[in-house]
């Protein structure tokens, strides 16, 4: 009796102590951003319960909650467990605790974990060796209004990740975002260990002074499945979401030296050149025009912000108009940032002979890179048009000495005999092309559909052929056309149609519908064509061999 009570007491004990809520995370310390995996399991029997995850919504945001069903085998015993698998993404940072969750009457431990700051992770080396990772970086926190700022974000991961990954959009209020291309992919060795970097840039162009704050952005994307090193089990992939650190501008105004209305040009470097159509050293005429390009290249500005050129500027120059195109606006995507170009083509029409002079072109603007003012400029352009009338004048002919103009006729009476001779060469050759292609083309005009038989002789092959094909008789055509081959040539139809192309092709038809593989009924009008052809093309071939059989055999 003793012995049975002891037994169900220790049993009591031993259930009590298995029917536990266990509670697990993957990391107690975490980026601001970044989600963990909270998992609850128990050896309860009762897979229809359900935990209560209510406190955990105070400090905390459910993305994702499974449940999964296992066996597993403790001192050769079989026992059931049913395991909770919760994402949660926390909502503040600092020291967050994971507070006790319930299972009708089982009771979890909580959990404490460190939350930390982009800012704190930027300088914690033991947060960023978590498994994805992001930060942000500027070019300069103190750009000028209008100025690029070009913004690198990078995402490092040393985990595989899906195809699925998403990067928040940047929009900023008082700045205009610009992406600098698709994402670029490279690897980059962090404290010994092996990194994927998705590297995304910006360039930035704040619309005012002050202080300007660059948002952070939230990178989001799956895990690839992995094996751990316990019993080679598999890993199931999990959501990550990471967020960029927040940088603050501080946007300075125009300096003061700058020229008051000029256009404000902030930019590392600014290039301007011309071209020309034709060159405007040349001798002009009046009534003529000249095409001239300004290019205006500009590092770190977008080709919208670059001032429209023209030649004549503000001046009004008598005699001379300008004509200007549309401009041809281009933003190139460089390593160091944007680079804008603007081309001004514009026509110059020259009313009047005379000397013209056209301005100096100065560009005005500021260097980033030096922090001062440049110019840039180029030289005034001198122009030399002559009158039509001095032109004329100027090339009329001069008048010479009678011998010389005896020796000028000598001189050309050779070239034109002898062009004369050869336009007569071309008539002759043209008259014989045109002679040679008529009698060619007499010899492929197609026979007349007449008849080439007076009668139709009874037991002719060809006779039979031409009755056949009248009737439109597939059978008989063929038996005839078998028995004309045979005397025509040695191999019969083989022969006879190696030789001529129309007799094959008609045959091909012919065989076609004997065969069923034709769908409309034959016509014997080809056929009997192809035969004439071919009777007529052996004809010719005897008369053009007659006159030599004449000359090996004479008449006595």
């Known amino acids: 009796m003793n012995r049975i009570l002891l037994w169900l007491c220790t049993l009591a004990f031993s259930t009590h102590a298995a029917a536990v809520l266990e509670a697990s995370v993957d990391r107690t310390r975490l980026i601001e951003g970044e989600t963990l995996q909270?998992?609850?399991?128990?050896?309860?029997?009762?897979?229809?319960?359900?935990?209560?995850?209510?406190?955990?919504?105070?400090?905390?945001?459910?993305?994702?909650?499974?449940?999964?069903?296992?066996?597993?085998?403790?001192?050769?015993?079989?026992q059931p467990v049913t395991r909770w698998v919760i994402s949660l993404l926390p909502k503040r940072t600092g020291y967050v605790v994971?507070?006790?969750?319930?299972?009708?009457?089982?009771?979890?431990?909580?959990?404490?974990?460190?939350?930390?700051?982009?800012?704190?992770?930027?300088?914690?080396?033991?947060?960023?060796?978590?498994p994805v990772f992001i930060d942000a970086e500027v070019d300069t926190e103190t750009p000028y209004v209008q100025a690029q700022v070009l913004l690198t974000l990078r995402v490092y991961h040393s985990v595989s990740l899906y195809d699925d990954s998403t990067l928040t959009s940047l929009d900023m209020q008082d700045a205009r975002v610009e992406s600098m291309g698709p994402p670029r992919n490279y690897e980059r060795l962090i404290n010994g260990i092996r990194?994927?970097?998705?590297?995304?840039?910006?360039?930035?162009?704040?619309?005012?002074?002050?202080?300007?704050?660059?948002?952070?952005?939230?990178?989001?994307?799956?895990?690839?499945?992995?094996?751990?090193?316990?019993?080679?089990?598999?890993?199931?992939?999990?959501?990550?979401?990471?967020?960029?650190?927040?940088?603050?501008?501080?946007?300075?105004?125009?300096p003061a030296e700058y020229p008051p209305d000029t256009p404000w040009l902030p930019a590392k470097s600014v290039t301007l050149s011309q071209r020309w159509q034709p060159d405007p050293g040349l001798n002009l005429l009046a009534g003529e025009s000249l095409t001239r390009t300004l290019v205006v290249l500009a590092d770190g500005l977008n080709a919208s912000q670059l001032p429209e050129l023209n030649s004549l500027g503000d001046q009004v120059i008598q005699g001379l108009r300008e004509y200007a195109d549309q401009p041809e606006l281009q933003d190139q995507a460089l390593d160091d940032g944007v680079r804008g170009l603007r081309q001004d083509s514009a026509a110059l029409l020259v009313q009047q002979a005379g000397k013209y002079q056209l301005p100096q072109l100065q560009l005005v603007w500021w260097d980033t890179a030096q922090d001062r003012l440049q110019e840039t400029t180029l030289n005034a352009i001198d122009l030399s048009v002559m009158s039509t009338q001095s032109f004329i004048s100027g090339t009329e002919p001069i008048a010479v000495e009678a011998s010389l103009e005896s020796s000028m006729v000598l001189r050309?009476?050779?070239?034109?005999?002898?062009?004369?001779?050869?336009?007569?060469?071309?008539?002759?050759?043209?008259?014989?092309?045109?002679?040679?292609?008529?009698?060619?083309?007499?010899?492929?005009?197609?026979?007349?559909?007449?008849?080439?038989?007076?009668?139709?002789?009874?037991g002719n092959p060809l006779s039979d052929l031409q009755t056949a094909c009248r009737g439109n008789?597939?059978?008989?055509?063929?038996?005839?056309?078998?028995?004309?081959?045979?005397?025509?040539?040695?191999?019969?139809?083989?022969?006879?149609?190696?030789?001529?192309?129309?007799?094959?092709?008609?045959?091909d038809e012919l065989n076609a519908c004997l065969f069923g593989q034709a769908e409309h009924q034959w016509r014997g009008k080809p056929l009997w064509r192809a035969v004439r052809m071919v009777v007529q093309s052996r004809k010719r071939e005897a008369e053009i061999l007659e006159p030599g059989l004449e000359s090996l055999y004479p008449k006595v």
């Open 38 to 78: 909270l998992t609850l399991e128990t050896m309860a029997t009762d897979r229809f319960s359900q935990p209560d995850l209510t406190p955990l919504e105070e400090h905390f945001e459910l993305k994702d909650s499974r449940q999964l069903s296992l066996v597993s085998q403790l001192d050769g015993k079989t």
């Open 98 to 130: 994971i507070p006790p969750l319930t299972l009708n009457d089982l009771r979890s431990q909580p959990i404490s974990l460190h939350v930390l700051t982009a800012a704190e992770a930027a300088q914690d080396n033991t947060a960023q060796m978590a």
């Open 195 to 254: 990194h994927g970097v998705i590297e995304v840039r910006y360039a930035l162009f704040p619309q005012r002074s002050g202080e300007l704050e660059v948002p952070s952005q939230l990178f989001s994307a799956t895990t690839m499945p992995s094996r751990t090193g316990d019993n080679d089990r598999t890993t199931r992939g999990r959501l990550v979401q990471v967020r960029s650190p927040g940088i603050s501008l501080q946007v300075r105004p125009i």
């Open 412 to 458: 050309l009476w050779p070239w034109q005999l002898a062009t004369a001779l050869l336009g007569l060469a071309c008539l002759v050759c043209l008259w014989y092309l045109w002679r040679f292609s008529a009698a060619l083309k007499a010899m492929k005009q197609p026979l007349q559909d007449v008849e080439i038989f007076d009668e139709v002789v009874q």
């Open 473 to 507: 008789h597939p059978s008989d055509a063929r038996k005839a056309l078998e028995a004309w081959a045979r005397q025509q040539d040695s191999e019969g139809l083989i022969g006879l149609t190696h030789h001529h192309a129309d007799l094959a092709e008609a045959l």
